[in-house]
């Protein structure tokens, strides 16, 4: 029987008869005393468990102060859900740590992480080093920022913010109640009701160039009014105003986006010749556009036709930023380039009868 099987045991028996002897033990798991004794100090002092000697019974039980509490020891091992939650949770919390300024909330928080991944330091570090999370594009907060916006959060009082909105390149100076943190594509973002605007918006941490608590009460706002007004859009735009997108994908790209979710709503269904057909909501169209650009000329917008023309204008824009001879330079090339665009009028093609059908409808 291995170690974990044995622990599990140990806590099994003491679970199920209330206190269990030393020798009751020793019978059940057939091992010696000091791996005994090991195994039970293990429990206590690695993963927790409340187990105690009671002299009056002659045998472990669970300390008194736990009984009718709910116990449970870490799973044998994680779900692909639960192993990047916790890795995540890991490298999230090391990264907001990075300056030292919050070590000591954090400390004993990861320390429990760590024991969960393993049984000792070691193991948990040697486990980290064979799992690795790349996060892309990664815009790191302040922590500084990060903490003022958890305090006011927890304590239900405003900030006063300079905040940077990059579309404009514009500064500007707002009070704001916190509502909501959101983790998004490596970074942080805040939704709060914004005193200047007189509405719910959400700021990205990484653009706060300055912050100042204040001793305002902060204006509550219902989470459901905030899930309501903040999640129905696409991606991280907010808005409660939907429209849908329909796309129609070619058969090489079908087979990843049919797996993948671009939102808790989106409907998808195969086409008979291949394709891959998905409706999508979205409120601003900014995010949405990024996400169909980066699959090129193997996707086609069908509806509405206004999202249709702002990605053919972006594809224009793109291609005009290059000279004849960087799309074009040898014999090869040209033949591709007559196949590409042989490829885009079938696609065209297909696409208008695809629209034509659900207009029909």
């Known amino acids: 029987m291995t170690k974990t099987a044995r622990v599990y045991k140990i806590e099994m028996l003491i679970r199920n008869r209330g206190h269990v002897s030393f020798q009751a033990l020793l019978d059940e798991l057939e091992v010696s005393p000091a791996t005994l004794k090991r195994d039970l100090d293990y429990l206590k002092d690695q993963l927790g468990a409340p187990i105690e000697y009671d002299r009056f019974l002659n045998g472990y039980r669970f300390g008194q102060e736990y009984r009718g509490q709910k116990h449970e020891l870490p799973g044998l091992w994680f779900s692909e859900r639960e192993l990047y939650s ?4 890991h490298q999230l919390l090391s990264e907001l740590d990075s300056e030292g300024v919050i070590s000591r909330h954090l400390q004993p928080l990861l320390e429990r992480i760590h024991l969960m991944l393993g049984t000792g330091e070691a193991d948990a570090k040697a486990l980290l080093k064979r799992i690795k999370i790349i996060s892309p594009a990664k815009r790191p907060v302040p922590t500084q920022f990060f903490e003022m916006v958890g305090e006011a959060l927890l304590k239900r009082r405003r900030l006063h913010i300079r905040y940077l909105t990059r579309g404009r390149g514009e500064i500007s100076e707002r009070a704001v109640s916190p509502q909501r943190l959101v ?3 490596n970074t942080w973002y805040l939704d709060a ?5 007189e509405r719910l918006l959400r700021f990205a941490l990484d653009a706060i160039e300055g912050s100042d608590a204040l001793e305002t009460k902060a204006k509550e706002v219902p989470l459901k009014q905030v899930e309501a007004e903040m999640d129905g ?6 808005g409660a105003k939907r429209h849908w997108a329909t796309l129609v994908f070619q058969a090489q790209a079908a087979q990843w986006v049919s797996r993948e979710e671009w939102h808790p709503d989106q409907a998808g269904k195969w086409l008979g010749d291949g394709r891959y057909e998905l409706k999508v909501p979205y409120s601003s169209d900014t995010e949405i556009i990024m996400d169909i650009l980066r699959h090129g000329d193997h996707v086609f917008v069908v ?4 999202l249709r023309k702002s990605v053919a204008a972006r594809l224009s824009s793109a291609v005009h930023q290059y000279s004849p001879s960087d799309l074009s330079q040898d014999e090869g090339e040209n033949k591709n380039a007559k196949n590409l665009r042989q490829h885009r009028k079938v696609t065209l093609a297909s696409a208008a009868e695809h629209t034509a059908d659900i207009r029909a409808r």
Do not use: E, F
């Open 193 to 197: 009701w914004c005193h200047s605007r």
């Open 303 to 306: 509806l509405p036709d206004g």
């Open 233 to 238: 859009g696409y991606g991280i735009y907010a």
């Open 183 to 185: 983790h998004y594509k």
């Open 86 to 89: 916790l890795l995540m949770a």
